[in-house]
C-alpha cells in the first residue's frame, strides 16, 4: 500500500509555508500569492510547548472571510478566522486513509505529523499527480481497476 511518506517522497517541493496565528488575512494572501500555493499551515509559537500547529488557511477560507468581514478581511487576525479543529495524518496512513479525511471534513490539504511535530503537508492535488504517474507507468486497465479503485472504495 502506498502511504502519506511514498507521496511526500515524490514531491518536487517540499517546504512547508507557515505563519503564525496573529498575521493577518492580508499577509496569508500575500503569501499564497508569492508561492504560488492555495493553503498555509498556521501556527502558534509558544515556548513551552514549541511550535503548535494550530490549522490549516486556504482560498475558501479567504472567500469565507470576505463575506463576513467585508472591507477589513485584509486586517482580520488568522486565529479569529480558525474555527476548526485541525485534522492531520502521519508518515505511515495509506492513501485511502487520507483521501477518506480530506472527504469526511470537506478539506483539501492536511498537515503530516510525527511526534506533535509537522514535517509535511499532503494535499488533494498531490494524490492525483500520484495516481497520474501511476498511470503512465502501469497499464491504463490496471491502473483503473486498482488505483482509482482503491480510491473510490476509500469514499464509500
Known sequence: MITVDDILREKRDTRII???MHETVADAVLVMKRENISSVII??????EGNTV???????DVTRAVLEHGANTPKVVLASLL???VISCTLEDT???VLRLMVEHQ????????????????SATDLMRH???ESETQPALQV??????AGLAALR
Open 18 to 20: 507557515t505563519l503564525r
Open 43 to 48: 501556527k502558534d509559537v509558544c515556548r513551552t
Open 54 to 60: 494550530v490549522g490549516v488557511f486556504s482560498e475558501r
Open 83 to 85: 474555527k476548526r479543529e
Open 95 to 97: 492513501i485511502e486513509t
Open 107 to 122: 478539506v483539501r490539504h492536511l498537515p503530516v505529523m510525527e511526534s506533535y511535530a509537522l514535517v509535511g503537508v499532503i
Open 131 to 133: 495516481y497520474l504517474k
Open 144 to 149: 483503473v481497476s486498482g488505483g482509482i479503485e
